[in-house]
């Protein structure tokens, strides 16, 4: 955070420069929350990020970068920046920037990750609404985010993955879902790429092996944040069913999906809220 925000952007004349913002204005958009004000004309720029280890992320990632990280500021005391939704495997873009926003933000100096994604539940007890603490994943889909050579700088070759989502903060979650009269449950989340919805026979193998809800994102994120030794804590939002044993007449509908995401967003907001306010 700092008095200055430094980043690497490109200049529209062949070169990528070394660009400095020195006393970012920081406006207070809520009680105890605020928010950066960029100076103008910075809007539109390209931005490339560069590792430590020389190697970037080229291209223009302006639209990726205005669209999601568009809100920063304090929760009371805490500093944060938030994301507005994410980049997702199957709109086709390599896994390098699906967690290219992680990786930014523990640069930045953030030092927890909270996740959030719809999902269906697989577990049969559980239904459309119900949030659910996610206690482990299951993951046999996607690029694992680390392929490739090691960016020392950020994390060790083989990181250690017995503990992807932080117990401390599961149990804080538990203690003031209580308060507010909000129900959690927890368990396995499962990752597919999408962007089809599965099939029953998959839904029925995905609960054989200890799945509880199925989803599209989140896994790669957890990876990359435990590889930089981010404590992560994720919570799915029950969208829709995902049994074997539907009704003739069911569809799995997208809209319902949102719809269903939507409507969850106050009591998730007021959970997160309390969580952050409490570190």
């Known amino acids: 955070w700092g008095d200055s925000i430094y980043a690497y952007f490109w ?6 420069k070394n660009a400095g913002y020195p006393g970012a204005v920081m406006t207070e958009v809520e009680d105890g929350i605020y928010g950066i ?19 970037n992320q080229t291209g223009d990632l302006t639209a990726k970068i205005n669209g999601y990280f568009n809100e920063s500021g304090y929760v009371k005391d805490v500093p944060v920046v938030c994301m507005k939704g994410r980049v997702h495997y199957y709109e086709g873009y390599p896994i390098s920037d699906v967690v290219l926003p992680t990786r930014l933000m523990k640069m ?7 996740l959030t994604n719809a999902s269906g539940g697989i577990n049969p007890s ?14 046999l889909w996607a690029p694992n985010p680390l392929i490739g050579a090691n ?8 990181p250690d993955m017995t503990r992807p989502y932080d117990k401390e903060l599961r149990k804080m979650a538990f203690e003031l879902a209580a308060r507010y009269c909000i129900e959690l449950k ?55 069913e995902a049994h074997d044993d539907y009704a003739e007449d069911y569809f ?3 809209d319902d999906v949102v719809v269903a995401a939507n409507a969850a967003a106050d009591r998730m907001t007021t959970l997160f809220t309390e969580i952050i306010r409490t570190l």
Not at 41 to 54: Q, S
Not at 126 to 139: Q, V
């Open 126 to 139: 559980f239904s459309a609404g119900d949030f659910m603490m996610l206690t482990d994943h299951i993951s």
């Open 108 to 114: 930045m100096g953030a030092e927890i990750l909270f």
């Open 11 to 16: 200049t529209g004349d062949g070169e990528w």
């Open 151 to 158: 960016i020392d700088e950020l994390g060790t070759r083989f």
């Open 186 to 240: 927890s368990g396995v989340y499962f990752a597919g790429t999408g962007p089809s919805y599965e099939t029953p026979a998959e839904y029925k193998y995905f609960r054989l092996i200890g799945a509880d809800v199925v989803g599209m994102s989140t896994i790669p994120e957890v990876i990359v944040a435990r590889h930089s030794d981010i404590p992560v804590f994720g919570m799915s939002v029950v969208t829709n």
């Open 252 to 254: 799995n509908d997208g």
């Open 37 to 55: 004000e960029w100076p103008e004309g910075k809007e539109n720029e390209t931005l490339n990020v560069i590792f430590n280890d020389g190697s």
